[in-house]
């Protein structure tokens, strides 16, 4: 039933008055396009693997071979229904609409047996217009998802009639699905080094119907910059209304936040029409206190609370974020021969200690676990790092995710979601990356620990140093390059954060070097710029000796094998436990990865024979210890510092 419900997104709390919002969350009737699988109970939000586990159709997909034998499942079309019902009082407003926070990825959207709309892109949130569709009763409301494995083969099909961009397919040790670059979907679903090929579909974040008349908050975005001058924060907001089908009625936007011991309130009258509504808040220095990073002093955060109001209070939108008041810099001066490349928060220079982080889990649904995200951020606190770096082959990770790392003074070094490959500059990817940068921005850009956004993780150094052997037409490739990290997602951006936030276009990169350089630089991984990503499967790692010392290290890649009690999760069978077993050899997906392993360790430590009972132990133990970097954990992080 329709009531008039508060809905809460993480930190971001949105109450109408006068205005409805119907969560479909819930249960839905689930099946495949050809009824193989049908009357099976899918979850919303949720996902199609943990749906057939779920339904007993699929056993646990983390065990034994199922990477392989369930490649079938994106391969089907998968079918997810819901029936509600509707109010009369609902359908009196004038904008209804059906709201999508997160759809994986390729979908039409039916209400009532007529296409209302599609999806192509996990990383969009999709508003579609429902008002004259709906009826009073029951609704039918149904998703149907395409099979992204074949939608991607399809786009690279097409794409090569002009020319092929590649990498077309992973190495075979991935077991994984091609073409992912021609898609706005999670990179890593079809399999990476580190992880299985599990490309999911469904409804992975909440959907709901809302309706107004006037319109809703839909984001706040924010920062803050100093004026020493007045010995005041200039605290920026720009608020972004839905747009109305009629007017918006003139209304207004009153901005209240609580400092330590009083309150600032400013009233922005709201212009017809309007979509952006700005305001220039002056907060007192002595006012607030400082956020730190983890370890420099405390992270206070201020409670900012934006209503709209319109029709004399007879509509209200809330939304309430936080305000974290600090400066964050990165500095790049003139040093010996290069530039420098650190950052300074509120003037300090900051030592970053840190790691990457691939997303929470392998299924996007598992990965809004709350629990599991407050472990993850709770460890890297307690090991005293002060940055995290959400890496490129991801998710952009939940609310809950930054406002814990506003909470603990974790930095976010936030990578756009490209990863290890060329890709596409046609003007249907670039309006669907345009929809990605818009929403993504919009919804991160005001949190307070996100020190730096960078355009993709390695494409840069993939172009310059020819992994995927196009030297001969690298100016095509470079042209594409500039166009989607630059002409589109940095002046984007730029425009939503007025240049006030950090970018750059990639990691690792020569940073402001790479900028005159027209964005490929001559050497992406020259030391004396930028950041640098090191890896090195020859040299011995505990040898300290063998670490280049950059301006910022960015990411570290050693392999350790997982923990026995974990492989036991995976097989119970003891004897798939040794290094070259088939079972381990079918999980290493990064070619050669165990010959690695094992020299790593032979070069500081003596194994027992493989007939000794404490063997299998004995590998996975060195293996973890063999690295200079101290606590690794094989699949979770890639260890990184600023050295
Ligand atoms: C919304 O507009 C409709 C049609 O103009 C009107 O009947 C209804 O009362 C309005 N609802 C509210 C809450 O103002
Ligand atoms: C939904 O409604 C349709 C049409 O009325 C009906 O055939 C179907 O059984 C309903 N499904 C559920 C789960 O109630
Ligand atoms: C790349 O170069 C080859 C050989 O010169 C040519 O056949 C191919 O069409 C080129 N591809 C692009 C993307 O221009
Ligand atoms: C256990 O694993 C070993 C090595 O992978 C294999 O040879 C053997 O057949 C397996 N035993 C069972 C009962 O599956």
């Not at 309130?265 to 952006?276: A, F, L, M």
């Not at 003007?427 to 993709?456: C, H, M, P, W």
């Not at 390695?458 to 037409?473: F, I, P, S, T």
């Not at 900028?515 to 991984?525: M, W």
Request: aromatic share 12%; with cysteine.
């Amino acid at each position: 039933m329709i009531s008039c419900v508060l809905f809460v997104i993480f930190s971001f709390i949105n109450t109408l008055y006068a205005q409805q919002s119907l969560s479909l969350n819930g249960k839905w009737e689930l099946r495949d396009s050809k009824s193989t699988y049908k009357n099976l109970i899918g979850n919303v939000p949720g996902g199609i693997y943990s749906d057939l586990m779920s339904n007993k159709v699929l056993g646990d997909i983390f065990s034994g071979y199922m990477d392989d034998t369930t490649k079938w499942v994106p391969r089907q079309e998968w079918i997810y229904t819901k029936n509600f019902t509707v109010t009369e009082e609902l359908l009196n407003f004038e904008n209804i609409n059906l709201m999508f926070d997160g759809l994986d990825t390729f979908a039409d959207v039916y209400l009532n047996g007529e296409r209302i709309g599609q999806s192509r892109n996990m990383f969009v949130q999709y508003t579609f217009d429902i008002a004259h569709k709906l009826k009073v009763g029951e609704n039918i409301l149904k998703v149907h998802f395409k099979s992204p494995v074949k939608v991607s083969e399809d786009l690279a099909e097409k794409q090569s009639q002009s020319y092929v961009i590649p990498p077309v397919c992973p190495p075979n040790e991935y077991h994984g699905e091609c073409s992912v670059n021609m898609i706005r979907k999670m990179q890593a679903s079809y399999a990476w080094d580190w992880g299985p090929s599990f490309p999911s579909v469904g409804i992975w974040k909440a959907v709901y119907i809302e309706a107004f008349n006037c319109s809703v908050i839909r984001h706040v975005v924010k920062d803050v910059v100093e004026d020493d001058k007045n010995d005041v924060w200039i605290l920026n907001v720009d608020v972004y209304l839905a747009p109305s089908k009629t007017t918006i009625a003139s209304g207004k936007i009153e901005f209240s936040i609580k400092l330590n011991n009083e309150a600032i309130t400013k009233v922005v009258d709201v212009p017809e029409n309007s979509i952006v509504v700005s305001a220039v808040i002056e907060v007192p220095k002595g006012s607030v206190h400082h956020w730190w990073p983890n370890g420099y002093g405390a992270h206070d955060l201020y409670l900012l609370k934006v209503r709209y109001s319109a029709e004399n209070e007879r509509e209200v939108s809330i939304k309430e974020v936080r305000v974290g008041f600090r400066i964050v810099e990165l500095v790049q001066d003139p040093v010996g021969n290069g530039y420098s490349f650190y950052f300074k928060v509120n003037d300090v220079p900051i030592f970053m200690k840190g790691s990457n982080e691939i997303p929470v889990d392998i299924l996007p649904e598992r990965g809004q676990d709350k629990k599991k995200i407050r472990t993850l951020l709770e460890t890297a606190r307690d090991t005293h790092m002060n940055m995290l770096r959400v890496w490129g082959g991801g998710v952009y990770e939940s609310d809950y995710f930054y406002d814990l790392a506003d909470e603990m003074g974790i930095l976010i070094w936030q990578d756009f979601m490209f990863a290890c490959a060329l890709y596409p500059s046609n003007n249907d990817f670039l309006e669907n990356v345009l929809d990605e940068v818009d929403y993504q921005v919009k919804r991160l850009s005001g949190y307070t620990s996100i020190a730096l956004f960078a355009g993709n993780n390695e494409n840069e150094g993939a172009l310059r140093d020819d992994w995927y052997h196009v030297r001969q037409n690298f100016t095509v490739f470079k042209n594409d390059y500039v166009k989607l990290y630059v002409d589109t997602i940095k002046n984007r951006f730029e425009e939503i954060t007025h240049k006030r936030r950090i970018f750059v276009a990639s990691s690792p990169s020569n940073g402001k070097k790479t900028e005159q350089e027209g964005y490929v630089s001559n050497n992406p991984y020259d030391q004396q710029y930028g950041d640098v990503h090191y890896y090195n499967y020859v040299l011995n790692p505990l040898n300290a000796n063998i670490l280049p010392i950059p301006r910022f290290a960015s990411e570290y890649g050693l392999q350790s094998l997982p923990a026995l009690e974990t492989w036991l999760t995976a097989t119970s069978n003891y004897s798939d436990l040794f290094i070259n077993s088939e079972f381990v050899t079918h999980r290493q997906h990064h070619p050669l990865g165990n010959g690695e392993i094992l020299a790593m360790i032979n070069r500081e430590f003596h194994l027992p024979h493989a007939t000794d009972q404490r063997y299998v132990e004995s590998v996975i133990y060195f293996s973890q210890i063999s690295l200079v970097n101290g606590k690794f954990c094989s699949t979770m992080l890639k260890v990184f510092s600023h050295l």
